[in-house]
T-cell receptor
Framework: GQSLEQPSEVTAVEGAIVQINCTYQ??????LSWYQQHDGGAPTFLSY????GLEETGRFSSFLSRSDSYGYLLLQELQMKDSASYFC??????????FGQGTELSVKP | NAGVMQNPRHLVRRRGQEARLRCSPM?????VYWYRQLPEEGLKFMVY????????ESGMPKERFSAEFPKEGPSILRIQQVVRGDSAAYFC???????????FGQGTRLTVV
């Protein structure tokens, strides 16, 4: 089967850096994605890693280590608007996404 | 280029009625996925469809739930004889031919009373 583990909640202050970890177990692996969701709205794609290493997109970076079945999302220069739920998701097969339970990020002034 | 369109945004049904949720993928996208999200939980994969084909329905309950993506028109997720436990947000996502990043719609909030 497939399973993902990520912290349920994280709190940080404006301007800080926060890292959200994700470990996974899956029978197949195409890649690890990260999505942001505000107040139960549409999940928004943030980043995708198919190969080991770091992917950087503006203030957001994502890292993958396939040998460790581990990845993380790094958010820099935190802003109040970054308060949201963040989901990691693995693709065990082409097109299919298995989501973690989500991490609730609270950014404080 | 309109995003993934879902309707209705909110749907209220009495127990035993049928619910029909619609999803129009982004222009040029031929892959559609349906996910269900309960409050305070992650999204659970239900089904993956291409035009006129169900590719993976491993997440669909065996009874009462069905999905289609016809040659013309939107994808439909159909829930027959709804029960209170079906109350959830149902999200549709689409991706281009060959796979790639999935983009989500705003979801349909189903409430069964």
């Amino acid at each position: 089967g497939q399973s993902l583990e990520q912290p349920s909640e994280v709190t940080a202050v404006e301007g800080a850096i926060v890292q959200i970890n994700c470990t996974y177990q899956t029978s197949g692996f195409y890649g690890l994605s990260w999505y942001q969701q505000h107040d139960g709205g549409a999940p928004t794609f943030l980043s995708y890693n198919a190969l080991d290493g770091l992917e950087e997109t503006g203030r957001f970076s994502s890292f993958l280590s396939r040998s460790d079945s581990y990845g993380y999302l790094l958010l820099q220069e935190l802003q109040m608007k970054d308060s949201a739920s963040y989901f990691c998701a693995v693709s065990p097969a082409a097109g299919k996404l298995i989501f973690g339970q989500g991490t609730e990020l609270s950014v404080k002034p | 280029n309109a995003g993934v369109m879902q309707n209705p945004r909110h749907l209220v049904r009495r127990r035993g009625q049928e619910a029909r949720l619609r999803c129009s993928p982004m222009k040029g996208h031929s892959h559609v996925y349906w996910y269900r999200q309960l409050p305070e939980e992650g999204l659970k994969f239900m089904v993956y469809l291409q035009k006129e084909n169900i590719i993976d329905e491993s997440g669909m309950p065996k009874e009462r739930f069905s999905a289609e993506f016809p040659k013309e028109g939107p994808s439909i997720l159909r829930i027959q004889q709804v029960v209170r436990g079906d109350s959830a947000a149902y999200f549709c996502a689409s991706s281009p031919p060959g796979g790639g990043t999935a983009f989500f719609g705003q979801g349909t909030r189903l409430t069964v009373v």
